[in-house]
């Protein structure tokens, strides 16, 4: 077995593996960013709330205790209201004089009281309006936020400076909490969206499945396939256009099976013909007369050979000379063929009319496919219209379309074989078709060269033994003649 057919390889390449992990990692990406901005947005939040309330209790603290400092500082007195002051901000407070020696500590046992302290925040405030910073603290392994403000005269004479460290754990243990919310979220997230992607992705895979089953049955022979259209999106499309392909193969296929039985069967009957009389001729002994009646049966039956392939040759050749597109003028085009069929007409004693307007448009298309479909049509008039008959071309046009129409008072056309006529094989009289060399194909060739150029062909009218009347319809490119009208006016211009 190829790689192809392993259990691994399928499931590493089908479409709804591939869509869940995509979609499952796009989410996380999206909420991994999300979260981080999220967080990083919370956190300066936080710390920017929490440094501007110490802050505002800094100032209104130093406030409080300009007056303490002005005289000799009483650090039991200081060391009281800094305790004050923390208990109300839950922070710890410092009062530091100018020299950078403790006036005062809210933490009366094991606190900093009569000694020094060198920290930058102190430096800072005494410089400019406050000093900030956030450390961690080994001692209580936590984060702090630490804030020094100065305690000023009114003319800004630095008096001293409180110094607040406040704990930052309730801000990280919300942020936490946050983090928890969106893992969570996330993971449910996953979950829904994982579900969402497995229903999708088997809603979207499922009928693509069908179409490639669908596919490989017709690849194995098996035309006769449709799949089921269950939505109206891009795959509902997919599956009616597949559906409409699936029928015009089929019906190609029958036209094309119907059409090798058809001309097997033409052609088996002039063979057997032609091989019996052949057999005849060598094992009986027959006088010339009789002879000659069996050479020209086999000459007959030669000929509707010669005229089947050549049809059949025409056949296939039809769209190479359909595509030989080209602008012709349509009444040069009849002129010349009423030229070439003037000598059968004349053999076989009919009188030719013709009916044609002066101002034929000119044609964008293949002169070749067009002088076929007039030989037919005439071709046939002249070979069922009696010696003495008539026969007549009629040719007019309006600003759309052009009509060519083909008259003659031939034997005509059965009322019950009218609908048929123009099918591949299809004859009227097989015998007399036959003798006259007919195949049954000139007709079909004939719709088919029509509408392909987007016309229309058909019998106007037909009664036995009084005649019939065949027409074609052809559109006209307005385009065309209005740039031969222009050309023909640059060419010849008027005389001044």
Request: glycine share 6%; proline share 4%; hydrophobic share 40%.
């Amino acid at each position: 077995n190829s790689g192809r057919d392993k259990p691994g390889f399928i499931m590493l390449n089908s479409i709804r593996l591939r869509m869940t992990i995509t979609y499952l990692l796009l989410i996380v990406a999206i909420m991994l960013v999300t979260g981080i901005v999220l967080l990083n947005m919370l956190e300066k939040h936080y710390l920017s709330s929490e440094e501007e309330n110490i802050e505002r209790t800094g100032r209104l603290a130093a406030q409080s205790i300009i007056s303490y400092l002005r005289d000799d500082a009483d650090p039991v007195l200081l060391s009281s209201v800094a305790e004050n002051i923390s208990h109300q901000i839950n922070a710890r407070v410092i009062i530091v004089s100018t020299d950078n020696l403790v006036l005062g500590d809210s933490v009366r046992i094991g606190g900093l009281s009569g000694s020094k302290i060198e920290r930058p925040e102190i430096q800072d405030a005494l410089k400019l309006e406050k000093g900030c910073s956030i450390q961690y603290s080994h001692i209580s392994k936590q984060w702090v936020l630490q804030v020094a403000v100065p305690a000023r005269e009114e003319d800004g004479t630095p008096l001293g400076v409180i110094f607040l460290a406040s704990s930052l754990n309730p801000v990280y243990a919300t942020l936490a909490a946050v983090q928890r919310f969106l893992l969570m979220f996330t993971f449910l997230a996953l979950l829904f969206a994982g579900a969402l992607v497995v229903f999708f992705s088997h809603h979207l895979t499922v009928p693509i499945k069908r179409l490639t089953s669908a596919a490989q049955q017709m690849a194995e022979g098996k035309l006769d396939q449709q799949i089921p259209i269950t939505s109206r999106d891009e795959i509902g499309r997919l599956a009616q256009q597949f559906n409409v392909m699936a029928s015009r193969i089929m019906e190609t296929n029958q036209r094309l099976t119907r059409f090798v039985a058809d001309v097997s069967h033409e052609l088996r009957t002039p063979l057997a013909s032609i091989h019996l009389c052949m057999q005849s001729m060598q094992e009986y002994e027959m006088k010339p007369e009789e002879q000659k009646e069996f050479l020209d049966d086999i000459y007959h039956e030669t000929q509707r050979l010669i005229y089947l392939v050549e049809d059949l040759l025409e056949m296939t050749r039809r769209q190479e000379v359909a595509e030989k597109v080209e602008v012709f003028s349509l009444k040069a085009l009849l002129e010349g063929v009423l030229d070439s069929i003037q000598p059968r007409v004349d053999r076989k004693e009919l009188k030719l009319f013709t009916e044609i307007d002066e101002k034929l448009p000119l044609l964008n298309m293949s002169p070749e496919a067009l002088k076929r479909v007039l030989f037919n049509l005439l071709d046939n008039a002249i070979k069922y219209t009696p010696s003495g008959g008539w026969l007549k071309l009629i040719a007019k046009s309006d600003e759309n379309n052009v009509r060519v129409t083909v008259q003659d008072t031939g034997c005509g056309i059965p009322e019950e074989a009218i609908p048929y006529i123009f099918e591949r094989f299809y004859r009227v009289d097989k015998a007399r078709s036959r003798y006259l060399g007919g195949t049954g194909l000139g007709l079909a060739i004939c719709k088919e060269i029509i509408e392909h150029y987007g016309g229309k062909i058909g019998l106007e009218e037909s009664q036995e033994d009084k005649g019939s009347t065949f027409y074609f319809i052809l559109p006209v490119e307005r385009s065309i003649q209005e740039y031969h009208e222009e050309l023909q006016l640059v060419e010849s211009p008027e005389p001044v």
